[in-house]
């Protein structure tokens, strides 16, 4: 059975950084994509950065692009954002999801949120 797990979540101090870990479990993430999203009290749940397993494309919101690294270690079948110079703003839950890696067209797709997504960690950052 399929189980997507984060961790790396906690306090961070404006400026700091976090490392985000999302491990999978019961299948390799080989040829898939993963997807780290994040939802802030009373607020949408909001892209944050994809990569592809498949061929490494990577894709970035612009209100992470240049402070978060996605990346991917193929021995621990785990998926990481690293993430700098944090904000106030980026407090949030972040979860990942699993899903194909994206089309031609740069379609990328997430599987059922049910089955395929994680619990989400909580990422707080205030002085």
């Known amino acids: 059975q399929l189980q997507l797990a984060e961790s790396g979540g906690g306090l961070a101090q404006p400026g700091g950084s976090l490392r985000l870990s999302c491990a999978a479990s019961?299948?390799?993430?080989?040829?898939?994509?993963i997807g780290w999203f994040r939802q802030a009290p009373g607020k949408e749940r909001e892209e944050v950065s994809y990569?592809?397993?498949?061929?490494?494309?990577?894709y970035y919101a612009d209100s992470v692009k240049g402070r978060f690294t996605i990346s991917r270690d193929n021995a621990k079948n785990t998926v990481y954002l690293q993430m700098n110079s944090l904000k106030p703003e980026d407090t949030a839950v972040y979860y990942c999801?699993?899903?194909?890696?994206?089309?031609?067209?740069?379609?990328?797709?997430?599987?059922?949120?049910?089955?395929?997504w994680g619990q989400g960690t909580q990422v707080t950052v205030s002085s």
């Open positions: 999801a699993l899903g194909p890696p994206p089309s031609s067209d740069s379609t990328w797709r997430w599987l059922s949120e049910h089955d395929y």
């Open positions: 019961g299948l390799s993430l080989d040829h898939y994509a």
């Open positions: 990569i592809s397993t498949s061929d490494d494309s990577t």
